[in-house]
């Protein structure tokens, strides 16, 4: 079967200002300070985050950790879900699935992409590639909308 693969979906975010609220959040990701991570790219639904090559990211034979592809794919895929979700809200990852194609040692890029938003529950994926273009793992990701609760940590209130 040589069907053509079907177009992206277009989304339209519930928040106009979407991308300053997800560049806002993902700032205060210390998680993501820590690894050095930056977020490059916030369209509606879809997100990058850039991981530059750092010897301390890496397990024993220096390739990057398997945890840290799940990190940055985590973040990629939440923040395509939360770039749709209304201003009000906050979301959980609820469960993923990570597969690990190839090892890396090179900078990396993590790209999220929403497949299904529903009321509560977005499905997203997310792809990790190395810097030569190398398809280092794959995420598949479930995502709970909290309504009416805000982005930022609960003491804060």
């Known amino acids: 079967m040589n069907a053509p693969l079907p177009a992206l979906p277009k989304f339209q975010p519930k928040d106009p200002a979407f991308a300053a609220r997800v560049r806002a959040s993902f700032a205060r990701q210390q998680a993501m300070v820590l690894i050095g991570a930056r977020l490059t790219v916030v369209e509606p639904g879809c997100t990058e985050i850039a991981l530059p090559y750092r010897p301390d990211l890496t397990q024993q034979k220096a390739y990057v950790h398997g945890g840290i592809l799940g990190m ?10 939360y770039s749709l979700m209304p201003a009000t809200s906050s979301l959980v990852t609820v469960e993923y699935k990570i597969n690990i194609l190839a090892p890396a040692k090179s900078d990396l890029v993590a790209r999220g992409r929403v497949i299904r938003p529903g009321r509560t529950l977005t499905i997203a994926r997310g792809d990790v590639y190395a810097a030569d273009g190398t398809h280092v793992a794959s995420m598949l990701q479930t995502l709970m909308m909290l309504a009416d609760t805000p982005d930022t940590p609960e003491d804060a209130a």
């Open 72 to 81: 940055i794919a985590d973040s990629a895929c939440g923040y395509a879900a």
